[in-house]
């Protein structure tokens, strides 16, 4: 595997993991999900995935589980499934891991049960076109990004994660 839990990665190697998943994602006809934490984070601050995160972060409708099944064993990827189903890791020899939070979908809500986070006003998703694919952000992903990284999230930090102040759980 290349990386593991906490390894950190190129923002080269992520980029093309990133852009190699959200093909698979087309290509299964999975269209309920956007990219979320470090990953938005990086896609809006930087057009690219952060130097030195560990993985590529996907929040996904859980209704969807058993396509990522699916995709997960027609393209050889190895799952790691985390607190009763609530997030898989998937990973692949020559890419970044790839953390799926399967949320309840509610209303215009993603709950991620394993980060206890409420993702509110979702839809409709924004259509990010980026080297040559579309990404899925979600509605007002300036302000959730404020709201999760505060409102200096322009600036890259030498930590990884949220400020040490957030209340959990919490609402983007």
Not at 78 to 95: A, C, G, N, Q
């Amino acid at each position: 595997m290349n990386g593991g839990a906490g390894e950190q990665q190129t923002s080269m190697l992520l980029n093309k993991t990133l852009k190699y998943i959200v093909l698979l994602l087309e290509k299964y006809k999975i269209t309920d999900w956007f990219l979320g934490y470090g990953t938005l984070l990086g896609i809006v601050r930087n057009n690219s995935c952060i130097k030195n995160d560990d993985d590529v972060d996907i929040i996904i409708n859980r209704m969807n589980k058993n396509d990522l099944y699916q995709l997960a064993k027609e393209n050889n990827f190895k799952i790691t499934i985390k607190k009763r189903v609530y997030f898989l890791r998937f990973e692949k020899p020559d890419y970044a891991p790839i953390d799926f939070y399967l949320a309840k979908v509610k209303d215009d809500m993603f709950i991620d049960t394993w980060e206890n986070t409420r993702w509110t006003d979702v839809y409709p998703l924004v259509k990010k076109k980026w080297k040559g694919i579309t990404l899925q952000l979600p509605h007002q992903y300036i302000k959730k990004i404020k709201n999760r990284y505060g409102s200096t999230w322009r600036t890259p930090k030498k930590s990884k994660g949220v400020p040490r102040t957030m209340k959990k759980p919490s609402t983007i």
